[in-house]
T-cell receptor, first 114, second 113 residues
């Protein structure tokens, strides 16, 4: 079946540090890949997406590249801020139309210290 | 303006009770979802509805019954609550043709004692 594996957390970084959060997936066919972010006390928000191999999604300084050869979609940011503290979810989407479904990884908590 | 809203935000109840959670979206989306997030933050889809029609039912116990009176509302009723039902329940919606771009509500934290 389809699944998403994220690196174990939590992750604690100092402000302006480089961030990498690993995500790998298992899927039949060619899924779309996503990163969602959940800020404290809120619901999830779509952060970025990539719909085919070698696509790079980017938003708010975050980037992730869809790597079919390594089945990965690692999230990176060059310089994190305190406001980036949140839970990050990698997800894959498959199916079509109303039967489309997102499968989420376990989520990883990022804390950024001033 | 709240895009996806849920009520209540917190719900504390005893085992065996029946409770409902309501969800409304004002985005004009066709598809709505219920997710369960456990204490380890693992998020799993429970149901999806498209234009009031049930599309996805992910082997959820039949104590859980979703109802969609119109495409802007998706409610979740839970009978005979159990300790294991304690979790945060999220409602979400997505526009037609873009089912992966989901907009989530703020969640309802259910605690069963």
């Amino acid at each position: 079946g389809n699944s998403v594996t994220q690196m174990e957390g939590p992750v604690t970084l100092s402000e302006e540090a480089f961030l990498t959060i690993n995500c790998t997936y298992t899927a039949t066919g060619y899924p779309s890949l996503f990163w969602y972010v959940q800020y404290p006390g809120e619901g999830l928000q779509l952060l970025l997406k990539a719909t085919k191999a070698d696509d790079k999604g980017s938003n708010k300084g975050f980037e992730a590249t869809y790597r079919k050869e390594t089945t990965s979609f690692h999230l990176e940011k060059g310089s994190v801020q305190v406001s980036d503290s949140a839970v990050y979810f990698c997800a894959l989407g498959f199916g079509s139309g109303a039967n489309s479904k997102l499968t989420f990884g376990k989520g990883i908590t990022l804390s950024v210290r001033p | 303006d709240t895009a996806v809203s849920q009520t209540p935000k917190y719900l504390v109840t005893q085992m065996g009770n029946d409770k409902s959670i309501k969800c409304e979206q004002n985005l004009g989306h066709d598809t709505m979802y219920w997710y369960k997030q456990d204490s380890k933050k693992f998020l799993k889809i429970m149901f999806s509805y498209n234009n009031k029609e049930l599309i996805i039912n992910e082997t959820v116990p039949n104590r859980f019954s979703p109802k969609s009176p119109d495409k802007a509302h998706l409610n979740l009723h839970i009978n005979s609550l159990e300790l294991g039902d304690s979790a945060v329940y999220f409602c979400a919606s997505s526009p037609a043709g873009s089912s992966y771009e989901q907009y989530f509500g703020p969640g309802t934290r259910l605690t069963v004692t």
